[in-house]
């Protein structure tokens, strides 16, 4: 059992930078590939970015792609999304993600259209909002 809590959202103006947090509970938390995903009012969750247990692999959504960095320190059971050059379309409510399958089971589900398939545990959202 894993339990996540997300913090560092807010409002921000376009073209400024947050910093997600999200602190796992659990002894396991290293052998778990981490994801962030969001989801803006009346649209589906969507992919943002991931990271494999060890840090050594990422992947992220085109769509943020150059602009937020994932990151994640196991000692502290904690993994990171730094979100730089934000865009109003950037809004959401930012969930993070735990997948015990590993990067490959989060990458393979969201090339086939659906990367929350892919996920175990959920944590409770943050809500990012960036004015234009």
């Known amino acids: 059992q894993v339990q996540l809590v997300e913090s560092g959202g807010g409002l921000v103006q376009a073209g400024g930078s947050l910093r997600l947090s999200c602190a796992a509970s659990g002894r396991t938390f290293s052998s778990y590939a981490m994801g962030w995903f969001r989801q803006a009012p009346g649209k589906e969750r969507e992919f943002v970015a991931a990271?494999?247990?060890?840090?050594?692999?990422?992947y992220y959504a085109d769509s943020v792609k150059g602009r937020f960095t994932i990151s994640r320190d196991n000692a502290k059971n904690t993994v990171y999304l730094q979100m730089n050059s934000l865009k109003p379309e950037d809004t959401a409510v930012y969930y993070c993600?735990?997948?015990?399958?590993?990067?490959?089971?989060?990458?393979?589900?969201?090339?086939?259209?659906?990367?929350?398939?892919?996920?175990?545990?959920w944590g409770q959202g943050t809500q990012v909002t960036v004015s234009s």
């Open positions: 993600a735990a997948a015990s399958g590993g990067l490959k089971r989060i990458t393979t589900a969201q090339a086939m259209g659906s990367g929350t398939r892919a996920i175990d545990y």
């Open positions: 990271i494999s247990w060890s840090g050594g692999s990422t």
